[in-house]
């Protein structure tokens, strides 16, 4: 390793000089402060130097090498003079890695530099893989981004939100028209985030797209996707859904909820007129053998909105450790206030209830005015 | 509120007979997969061990990668040919398993 030295002893520069070659290392020399600063250029991979260096202190020297932030991790000794006690307080304050009293010693600055580069190595390893993981991330974010883009058309009566607990929201909610106009709709809500999820998104709205555009049934719709997910996913890796058919003239919703909150029925008065909860299991679980597909169904006369939201809705956490829950929804919806849509209303209550902070799971909402 | 301590899931075993119970307590979420693996295998492996137990009575939020491990625990416990049981559910425990549907694959009392 290319070591950086800058020592006003001589004897103690000979030594340790002498010390690092015979660790196989490769020493060069700084008289002073400004030549030491000149040789980062070098990219030495560690720097020692006399904390009362001429010129520019040691500490200086210090605090502009880790200004920068390539040299975050590079470690960098300084020799301490003295006992006095504003020596050491410069030395905590300058951002070095290590000191090393004088007089100096053979062994110590052996088990140092060792030690020292050991640490850097693992800094850097873990700088690498951090790198990867966000590459990996932007890939996803990509991918779940491509397949939300593919949308045909924006349905005017139809809001989504979704508000993501890491880089982007996990949560998918895609929709497409059958060729007799029906709208289908579906939320899903993946085991995991960022990867995990978009590997998932993939097939399941390539198969939701091209089923409903071929003006399919839900029911096989939802065979369909279960199927796929149960053949290529691990166990313990599912997802949480519902399927939703409206009826091209609004008269009737086809629902079918596998592990999400309950679906929503709220009324023109502002009731809760329909409360569906899950009766099913999660998409990927289940042999399509065993799976149970049967879909419920309910008029939509005298309704104002469907509405629809992942757990993370309803596990969002405040600062006190308080969850949203259901009865917040509920009460979100059924609310006298100026805004008659329930989507603003749930949104502005869920946002100011976490005032702020971020969802430990990806919240999503979506809501279906009917009209 | 001190997350450091409320996040990290306790994790304890009791034998009792051909019965290992392993008991959480805390949030049971995805930090937790290498305790509660590890907390599982042994019972797994060991002969006088034919029914497992989870007791869930402390767990104060669970997440949709607890359920995973759960029905990876499940799969596991089949292939040994022993039983499984998950034990008294924390009111916020029950209510996931009833949304994810999970009576119909698990023993839960």
């Known amino acids: ?371 | 509120m001190n997350t450091a301590t409320n996040t990290k899931l306790h994790i304890h075993l009791t034998r009792l007979g051909d019965t290992a119970t392993i008991h959480l307590n805390g949030q049971f979420v995805f930090d937790a997969h290498r305790e509660f693996k590890s907390a599982y295998m042994n019972q797994l492996a060991d002969p006088e061990i034919t029914r497992i137990a989870i007791d869930l009575a402390g767990v104060r939020y669970l997440d949709s990668s607890a359920l995973g491990m759960l029905l990876v625990l499940r799969d596991r416990v089949l292939d040994c040919s022993k039983s499984l049981t998950l034990s008294q559910p924390s009111t916020i425990a029950a209510r996931t398993f009833e949304i994810a549907g999970f009576k119909e694959l698990f023993h839960i009392h």
């Open chain 1, 1 to 371: 390793m290319k070591i950086l030295l800058a020592l006003t002893d001589a004897t103690d520069l000979d030594m340790v000089r002498a010390v690092l070659l015979a660790e196989g290392h490769d020493p060069c020399t700084a008289h002073d402060g400004q030549a030491v600063l000149t040789a980062m250029q070098e990219k030495p991979d560690m720097v020692i130097m006399d904390a009362e260096l001429t010129g520019i202190s040691g500490y200086e020297c210090c605090r502009q090498i880790k200004h920068n932030d390539k040299n975050k991790h590079k470690p960098v000794v300084l020799l301490m003079p003295t006992q006095g006690t504003t020596a050491w307080a410069r030395f905590s304050d300058c951002g070095a890695d290590d000191f090393i009293e004088l007089p100096l010693l053979p062994h110590i600055i052996k088990a140092k530099v060792k030690l020292l580069l050991h640490i850097s190595e693992l800094y850097h390893r873990l700088d690498a893989s951090h790198r990867h993981a966000e590459q990996e991330i932007r890939l996803a974010k990509h991918m779940f981004d491509s397949i939300t883009k593919r949308q045909p058309q924006e349905v005017d009566f139809l809001h989504f939100w979704g508000l993501s607990a890491g880089h982007f929201c996990g949560d998918l909610f895609i929709f497409e028209r059958t060729p007799e106009h029906h709208l289908h709709v579906f939320l899903g809500d993946f085991t995991g985030h960022g990867l995990a999820a978009a590997m998932g998104a993939l097939p399941v709205s390539d198969i939701f797209f091209a089923m409903t555009r071929n003006g399919e049934p839900l029911e096989e719709i939802i065979a369909a996707i279960n199927h796929k997910l149960y053949d290529i996913m691990p166990t313990g890796k599912f997802c949480a859904a519902v399927f939703m058919r409206l009826e091209a003239d609004y008269s009737r919703l086809e629902f079918w909820n596998g592990g999400l909150p309950p679906i929503l029925l709220v009324d023109r008065q502002h009731k809760i007129a329909g409360n569906f909860e899950s009766a099913h299991l999660p998409l990927g679980i289940v042999d399509p053998a065993e799976f149970a597909l049967a879909t419920g169904s309910v008029e939509l006369s005298g309704i104002h909105s469907v509405v629809l939201c992942s757990d993370g809705l309803i596990e969002a956490q405040n600062a006190v450790g308080e969850c949203y829950g259901e009865e917040r929804l509920a009460q979100a919806l059924t609310r006298n206030s100026k805004d008659s849509c329930p989507f603003n209303r749930v949104k502005s209550s869920a946002l100011h209830f976490l005032e702020g902070l971020e969802p430990h799971d990806d919240v999503s909402l979506a809501v279906i005015n009917i009209n």
